[in-house]
């Protein structure tokens, strides 16, 4: 059983920057793909980053590629998601995600943090 927590969230202006942090506990943080996914209001949760195990091999929606780095410190069994540029479109419920490695790109992740909100006002 994998726990994550998000943090860093909260209400900026467009053209700010966050960044997020997702805490891992309860498995061994390297062995698995960590993803970050977000939901913005009345719509589908979205894919947004992954990265895996290496650190070094990550992948990007096509709406935040150039502006979102995602990164991750497996001694802190932390993952942090860099948000640049923020756009009032970049609104939404963004949650942590992870999955043991052998699947890349990653489709079905098995653990799931509580999401922290990220407000961008125009």
């Known amino acids: 059983q994998v726990q994550l927590v998000e943090s860093g969230g909260g209400l900026v202006q467009a053209g700010d920057s966050l960044r997020l942090s997702c805490a891992a506990s309860?498995?061994?943080?390297?062995?698995?793909?960590m993803g970050w996914f977000r939901q913005a209001p009345g719509k589908e949760r979205e894919f947004v980053a992954a990265?895996?195990?290496?650190?070094?091999?990550?992948y990007y929606a096509d709406s935040v590629k150039g502006r979102f780095t995602i990164s991750r410190d497996n001694a802190k069994n932390t993952v942090y998601l860099q948000m640049n540029s923020l756009k009032p479109e970049d609104t939404a419920v963004y949650y942590c995600?992870?999955?043991?490695?052998?699947?890349?790109?990653?489709?079905?992740?098995?653990?799931w943090g509580q999401g922290t909100q990220v407000t961008v006002s125009s």
């Open positions: 995600a992870a999955v043991p490695f052998g699947t890349w790109p990653p489709t079905n992740y098995n653990y």
């Open positions: 309860g498995g061994t943080f390297r062995l698995y793909t």
């Open positions: 990265i895996k195990w290496s650190g070094g091999i990550t």
